[in-house]
Nanobody
Framework: QVQLVESGGGLVQPGGSLRLSCAASGFPFSVYYMTWVRQAPGKGPEWVSCISNSGGSTWYADSVKGRFTISRDNAKNTLYLQMNSLKPEDTALYYC?????????????WGQGTQVTVSS
């Protein structure tokens, strides 16, 4: 079955950096686009970034453009999100999601999430 396991979250001060990872298994990782989705307390989900199956194309939400970088290693079945210049409004539970989920969310293809808290 599809398994997506996120890691790398934590507490960081404003302006700091974190690198999230997502280990994928149970499906042919290199065939699928992948998306990072986040959800802040009391708010709906928001897609953050998406990457094509080869990694050759990437997309970012306006809120993170220029600060976050998505990447993948198909040999390791792993997705990454490098987050720099973090702001308090980036605080959320970050999910790794299978497929291009910019237009619609499919929660059954999300991992369990990793918490990112940006606070001084």
């Amino acid at each position: 079955q599809v398994q997506l396991v996120e890691s790398g979250g934590g507490l960081v001060q404003p302006g700091g950096s974190l690198r999230l990872s997502c280990a994928a298994s149970g499906f042919p990782f290199s065939v699928y686009y992948m998306t990072w989705v986040r959800q802040a307390p009391g708010k709906g989900p928001e897609w953050v970034s998406c990457i094509s199956n080869s990694g050759g194309s990437t997309w970012y939400a306006d809120s993170v453009k220029g600060r976050f970088t998505i990447s993948r290693d198909n040999a390791k079945n792993t997705l990454y999100l490098q987050m720099n210049s973090l702001k308090p409004e980036d605080t959320a539970l970050y999910y790794c999601a299978r497929g291009d989920q910019r237009a619609s969310f499919r929660r059954n293809y999300w991992g369990q999430g990793t918490q990112v808290t940006v606070s001084s």
